[in-house]
């Protein structure tokens, strides 16, 4: 049994797994002995000692291989030595495994296969991300990422680390003074469960997106959080690298769009789209453009802020990484200073911009619960989420109204 889910019964013959309405699973009827054959559910038996274990309990002959059946098809059960060999060379990496646990259980709560929760956790260690930006919300999402398992966590930027950077889990004060892109690299190795990957021919500074599984952009200037340019973007647009915005303009916190180019909206379908609808929006963003430089004035970026968004910025960059298509994806999630309630924005695809996104049809924004892609590291996730309402369930087990 999966142990991320805590067990209880809500009458003799009724078993619930999971507390929050998100994730709890009822299963029933339950006998008393089907009842504690349950806890030698525990990942130290073979499916042949649980036989015997079972026939000692008194239970019918077929009655394990059903409930086994049953259970996995519910998601409720775990494979201690699935995932691959991928997933062995991680187990054998006590230290690193020690650290990557409470990630491992929750990754198991989101996935349904036995050992794909694992073999997820593993396949991070291939891949190579980049943040563009290392003020307080890129320097945090590259530690993020890098903390979660993420092999490669590179960050660029320009200039040198300034007090008003520093931030827990961030850039650290003593280093104040020295290069911004250099100190958030230390930073994100630092907060990393393995030693990285020493950078090889094929990872070279000077190809900012060449064979990256994901472009974190949180830039440091509020315009370009609030106003994001296409013509950054252009080199990602062109190799076909995902991409997702993140950062804070004035007291509101952004994240999204996430970008699949040439199938989900990006920055210029998002300046297009705001043409549209406010005709004045090219001449603020050219008169906002005009001023960046010209102030030393240190831009309002609240701490809290900056973590939140850093925080959900990290979360749906690894949904992405593991197999997930954001809800960022075709939408921009934004929060605002003092009443911190998270709304989301669509961001349709425009027919006038160059990103090809809306040849592709897009009528709507794909949700989190979409058809997932296939990872960078060559594992296909489930296709459909488990989780989702209306599915299709075996008999016997059944959403908990919790």
């Known amino acids: 049994m999966k142990p991320a889910l805590r067990r209880g019964w809500r009458d003799l013959n009724t078993v619930q797994f999971g507390m929050s309405p998100a994730h709890a699973l009822t299963l029933g009827p339950v006998d008393t002995a089907t009842g504690s054959f349950l806890d030698l559910l525990n990942g130290t038996r073979g499916l042949d000692l649980l036989g015997e274990e079972a026939r000692r309990m008194g239970l019918p002959d077929g009655h394990v291989d059903a409930l086994v059946r049953r259970l996995a098809r519910a998601g409720l059960l775990d494979d201690a030595r699935g ?129 990256h599984s994901l472009v974190i952009v949180a830039p440091r200037d509020d315009v370009a959080v609030h106003a994001p340019s296409f013509a950054a973007a252009e080199s990602l647009i062109a190799s076909g690298t995902p991409h997702l915005y993140a950062g804070v303009v004035e007291a509101t916190g952004v994240v999204g769009p996430f970008v699949l180019p040439g199938e989900t909206a990006c920055a210029g379908c998002l300046e297009e789209g705001r043409t549209d609808r406010d005709p004045a929006w090219p001449r603020l963003v050219a008169q906002w453009r005009s001023g960046t430089g010209r102030t030393h004035e240190v831009r309002p970026c609240d701490l809290t ?41 669509p961001v349709w695809a425009h027919p006038a911009c160059g990103c090809g996104a809306a040849d592709k049809g897009e009528g709507e924004h794909p949700s989190e619960d979409a058809v997932s892609h296939e990872t960078m590291a060559e594992q296909r996730p489930s296709r459909k989420s488990r989780r989702k309402a209306g599915t299709q369930r075996p008999a016997g087990t059944r959403r908990a109204h919790v």
């Open 83 to 211: 995932g691959g060999p991928a997933a062995d060379a991680l187990r054998a990496r006590s230290e690193v495994m020690d650290r990557l646990r409470p990630d491992l259980a929750s990754l198991s709560l989101t996935t349904s296969e036995p050992g794909e929760a694992i073999g997820r956790v593993a396949a991070r260690r291939s891949l190579r991300v980049l943040v563009r930006g290392a003020g307080r919300v890129g320097a945090m999402v590259a530690s993020l990422l890098s903390a979660a398992g993420v092999g490669e966590v590179d960050v660029r930027d320009v200039g040198r680390v300034q007090p008003w950077d520093v931030a827990p889990g961030g850039l650290p004060p003593e280093a104040v003074g020295d290069r911004r892109d250099e100190a958030a690299r230390r930073a994100a190795r630092r907060c990393a469960p393995d030693r990285p990957p020493r950078r090889g021919p094929r990872s070279p500074r000077g190809q900012d997106s060449a064979g």
């Open 305 to 345: 802020l900056a973590t939140t968004v850093a925080g959900l910025a990290a979360a749906h960059a690894l949904a992405f990484l593991d197999g997930r298509i954001p809800s960022t994806a075709g939408a921009r999630w934004e929060v605002s200073l003092p009443g911190l309630s998270w709304h989301s924005r």
